[in-house]
């Protein structure tokens, strides 16, 4: 059934993971089974046995398009292993309706012992019991604190395998949080959110944050917060306060975008207070210099930037931008807010300000060639993605020339590829334009004549490669050298998979050497590798299981 869920490439790698011991904590609860597999990160896997078979999801891309990935497999493999048991189905629970119909024909002190036992266990639904009957501040935070502090403050460093479970258990205390928003106890959850974020800030040079679990469990407290403040009753102002500081203050962008998902939290009051604090962090900033991307600059201008265009929209937004305009990139940023509102003419007198302003820059002229092409001039595009094309010559921007220029396009590619042609080869190494001419070349199927391009002013390592391999169907004595070089390269590399790849390489060149009838040839090459690099036990290896000489 595993075979037929996956495809090949699918079930040989899951083999093989499976084969490594890749997966781990399989687990079995009812009639699913859950595991984890580490792959390039760390995946988590769900199968659910049903009657009609067995179904696989995955956190991997592929699994979560409903693919059985290789994880899937190497999880199924994992469980068959095992003896393939699961257990029973769960049954489904009980609807609302019907447990409200049962609970209302309860004794009444069968159903207050329910609950005081309930309670002595869970402090919130105490504290909520506390609050109904009158008691003030009721509820006690300190068991959460000290969840969220034994979860998060580590004293020492999480490496990458232990992260995911570090961020798991941090989720779980994150719970607890979320949890007195609907309980009744909101804004006991926005001092416990700020304080989660507080602990998050400063644990976090001690964990391995490659996979991104410290920015999505910042995010969560933030979403958290949100939530807390909707459903509390926050001093305005002081949360505005609290708000600005955390934002300037932070490594880690947090509260860098509230506006406008705190304007109705913030009310008129919270929100004059958070205008005058972001102001006059932005007036004390000194001016700008340029290429000046500083991490107090950038918060601080973001938040004006959002702020402004909460109250006055683009033009707001475009006030605030044009105080620094120090480089191309802060003309570009004017010119697509403009563009976004179909302000095409204010959009490209900004551009042509920027083009004439700074160095060239490849992004203006674009953006100017699609206002161009908006308003039907066409041959002022193709002017402007000329110049990008002649100042970064690549298979890209030669293609963008070709979408814009459409009719006349065969006049500009004949300018293009007279234009790569004239570049002067490099010897000893390659030509990027000559590189272009030859992609595009190969990319209109002129094989020919991109091969006497290569030949003539060299290209790119992997362009040969290419060419070799079109160049074997008519040519091959041509592309057997440049197949040895190319596994040459892979061999000095000196790992595992470049081993293979070389091996690889030299099983191509075998073939080509045998249409030439050169196997003699061949063999007395491969006699020479296998003497130059005899200390390479790896490189054997992969050479022997190819059954190379």
Excluded at 23 to 43: C, E, F, K, M, P
Excluded at 83 to 90: A, I, L
Excluded at 160 to 179: C, N, P, T
Excluded at 288 to 312: C, Q
Aim: with cysteine.
């Amino acid at each position: 059934m595993v075979r037929k869920l996956a495809d090949e490439r699918s079930f040989e790698r899951g083999e093989r993971y499976f084969a490594a011991g890749q997966v781990r904590r399989v687990t079995v609860d009812g009639s699913t089974v859950i595991a984890t597999v580490d792959g390039t990160r760390t995946y988590r896997v769900r199968l659910d046995v049903t009657p009609k078979g067995l179904h696989g999801r995955c956190s991997c891309p592929y699994g979560a398009d409903g693919v059985f990935c290789k994880h899937c497999v190497a999880t199924s493999l994992a469980w068959l292993e095992q003896g393939g048991e699961v257990g029973e189905t769960r049954a489904k629970p009980l609807s609302d309706k019907r447990l409200r119909l049962f609970l209302r024909g309860c004794d009444q002190e069968w159903l207050i012992e329910q609950l005081m036992t309930a309670a002595k266990s869970d402090r919130v639904l105490r504290a909520r019991l506390a609050a109904a009957a009158g008691q003030r501040n009721a509820f006690d935070d300190r068991d959460i604190r000290d969840r969220l502090e034994r979860a998060i403050d580590i004293p020492d460093f999480v490496d990458y395998g232990g992260a995911y479970g570090y961020f798991l258990h941090v989720g779980e205390a994150l719970d607890e949080v979320e949890r007195l928003v609907g309980a009744g106890f909101a804004d006991a959850a926005i001092t416990l959110a700020e304080y989660a974020l507080e602990l998050l800030e400063s644990a976090a040079e001690r964990v391995d944050d490659s996979d991104g679990g410290l920015s999505e469990a910042i995010a969560r407290v933030e979403e958290i917060h949100l939530a807390a403040c909707e459903a509390g009753s926050p001093d305005p102002v002081e949360l505005a306060e609290r708000l600005v500081t955390r934002a300037v203050s932070t490594d880690y962008e947090v509260f860098l975008d509230v506006l406008p998902a705190y304007e109705d939290v913030l009310g008129s009051a919270g929100l004059a207070r958070y205008r005058e604090l972001v102001e006059q962090a932005w007036r004390k900033l000194p001016p700008k210099k340029p290429n000046d991307y500083g991490a107090r600059r950038f918060v601080i201008t973001h938040l004006m930037e959002n702020l402004a265009e909460s109250s006055g929209g683009a033009d707001g937004l475009i006030e605030v931008l044009s105080r620094d305009v120090t480089s191309s990139y802060d003309v570009l940023r004017i010119a697509e807010r403009l563009c976004a509102d179909d302000r095409d003419d204010e959009a490209l007198a900004w551009l042509e300000r920027g083009l004439a302003d700074f160095e060239p820059d490849f992004r203006l002229r674009g953006l100017a060639a699609e206002i161009h092409v908006r308003a039907g001039r066409r041959d002022r595009a193709g002017e402007m993605l000329w110049a990008n094309f002649t100042d970064r010559p690549s298979l890209e921007t030669f293609r963008a020339l070709r979408d814009v220029t459409v009719g006349d396009f065969p006049q500009w590619r004949e300018r293009a590829l007279a234009f790569l042609a004239d570049l002067p080869p490099i010897k000893g190494s390659w030509s990027p334009g000559r590189s272009t001419l030859v992609e595009i070349l190969l990319a209109d199927d002129e094989n020919e004549a991109a091969w006497q391009a290569a030949v003539d002013g060299g290209c790119s390592e992997g362009l040969w490669l290419r060419l070799a391999r079109v160049r074997a169907a008519s040519h091959p004595a041509d592309a057997i050298p440049i197949l040895l070089r190319a596994a040459d390269r892979e061999i000095e590399v000196r790992n595992r998979d470049s081993y293979k790849a070389a091996v690889r390489l030299l099983v191509e060149a075998k073939a080509l050497f045998a249409r030439c009838d050169r196997d003699d040839d061949f063999r007395a090459h491969m006699t020479a590798v296998r003497d130059a690099h005899r200390t390479k036990w790896a490189l054997r290896q992969e050479l022997d299981w190819a059954r190379l000489p």
